[in-house]
């Protein structure tokens, strides 16, 4: 019997893989989407890395803590007092589960929605064939399908330490890091990245002693070093440790905890003994089961399936997305370069714009940029203008009660042209969007300070922090 065949087949289900299917279908085609991830019940949970192991689940916790640490420490302040303050961690983490397959479920709707065919297994190329490529499915059954069009959007995969692997009781991923059952006593993290600060965020607002090792001498190397500086303060404040320049060593774990031989920047050998470990130290492209060879698929030295700017690989009408291509990796990056391609496939030209994809920590204070930082300017030998302001000056974060931080903005010298907008601070994840959009319009940094912005709002340190590259700010 003939294979079922799609116009468009997607292997994948994550925030790459969902969003191409459903842009693929809205413009017409007929679409798949394989995806392999299983629920507690083992049945299926779209929305991959993102929604059940990373953004989502990460950012329910990071509410949840930052809730119990307001009202242990801060609602005081308010003149709100609070006894027998609890922690129901078990409740916590159903709560956060609960947030995942909401995630889930909307996905399954989605895909119902928009008609498209969602297979639950593991897709994996066999050969190509007159339809174009056939690929088997590994579910609870076993079927081939054919594919005109293929979008692999596989993800990627938590790295593991030489010799140390994840046994997510002690040693854990981002996944074991989701879902540790009791606050530990002690938490050790190797790697002071994203994941290194979210998480440790998220333990030692619940009462754990966080040691975040971290091998670079520089913390948050690729941040704007003045915001940089500036989030670390406030994370010695908050007594977030975190030992720069380090060597990790030896790991040993036993069912007493982990204990990790390092040593720190002047080469002084120490041991961290820890409940649990995190290790978060990048993550790997995602390959796995996916049969590239069969086809002539290639993948680039770090496992990447090597792609051109548009997202195409070595073979006509395979396209590639997401974390498996090179490429920050991020959820956002990932959607964009899926409703492009599903765009392109159509005769459109779709079109992803790296410089102006913003990044963002999840922390207190959180931490948001876009475009150049003040290092990489200088690098590039470009002559810029810089203006800051600081959160301290800002009546609606003097409101709040959270006044730690900046906004800054870097503007071309000659032309204004806004290159570089960082902010450490209250809802810095929100507030960048507005820098996104000035960049994209190819905005100037006068353009953001002759808008009306609403007060009282942390917006308002947006455009003070513009005004202040013409050395005009009015509130500080
Ligand atoms: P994935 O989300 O990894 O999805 C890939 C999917 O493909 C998975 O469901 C996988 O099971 C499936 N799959 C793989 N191989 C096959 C196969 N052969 N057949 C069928 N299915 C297959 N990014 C942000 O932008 N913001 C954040 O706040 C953020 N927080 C994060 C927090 C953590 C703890 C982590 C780990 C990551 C976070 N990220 C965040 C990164 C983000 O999760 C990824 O960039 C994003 O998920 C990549 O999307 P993707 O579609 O490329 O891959
Ligand atoms: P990361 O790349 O952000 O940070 C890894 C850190 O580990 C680096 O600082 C690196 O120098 C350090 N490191 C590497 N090897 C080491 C070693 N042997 N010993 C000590 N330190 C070592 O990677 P992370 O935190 O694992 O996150 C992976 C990716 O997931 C991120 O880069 C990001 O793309 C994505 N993510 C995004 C989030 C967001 O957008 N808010 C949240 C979490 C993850």
Known sequence: MANKQFDVVVIGGGPGGYIAAIRAAQLGFNVACIDEWKNGKGGPAPGGTCTNVGCIPSKALLQSSEHFEQAGHHFVDHGIKVEGLGLDIDKMLARKDQVVKQNNDGILYLFKKNKISFFHGRGSFVKTDAAGYEIKVAGAAEESISGKHIIVATGSNARALPGTPFDEENILSNDGALRIGA????????????????????????????????????????????????????????????????????????????????????????????????????????????????????????????????????????????????????????????????????????????????????????????????????????AYKAGTFPFLANGRARALGDTTGMVKFLADAATDEILGVHIVGPQASELISEAVVAMEFKASAEDIARICHAHPSLSEATKEAALAVDKRTLNF
């Open 183 to 382: 606050v530990p006593k002690k938490l050790g993290l190797i790697g002071s990245g994203v994941i290194g600060l979210e998480m440790g965020s998220v333990w030692r607002r619940l009462g754990a002693e966080v040691t975040v090792l971290e091998a670079l001498p520089t913390f948050l190397g690729a941040v704007d070093e003045q915001i940089a500086k500036e989030a670390k303060k406030a994370f010695d404040k908050q007594k977030l440790k975190i030992e720069l320049g380090v060597k990790v060593g030896e790991i040993k774990s036993s069912k007493k905890g982990v204990s990790v031989a390092w040593t720190n920047a002047k080469g002084e050998a120490q041991t961290l003994e820890v409940d649990k470990l995190i290790v978060s130290i990048g993550r790997v492209p995602n390959t796995i089961g996916l049969n590239a060879e069969a086809v002539g698929l290639k993948l680039d030295e770090r496992g990447a399936i090597n792609v051109d700017d548009d997202c195409k690989t070595n073979l006509p009408n395979v396209w590639a997305i997401g974390d498996v291509v090179r490429g920050p990796m991020l959820a956002h990056k990932a959607e964009e370069e899926g409703v492009a391609v599903a765009e392109r496939i159509a005769g459109q030209h779709g079109h992803v714009n790296f410089n102006t994809v913003p990044w963002v920590i999840y922390t207190s204070p959180e931490i948001a940029w876009v475009g150049q930082t003040e290092q990489q300017l200088k690098a590039a030998g470009r």
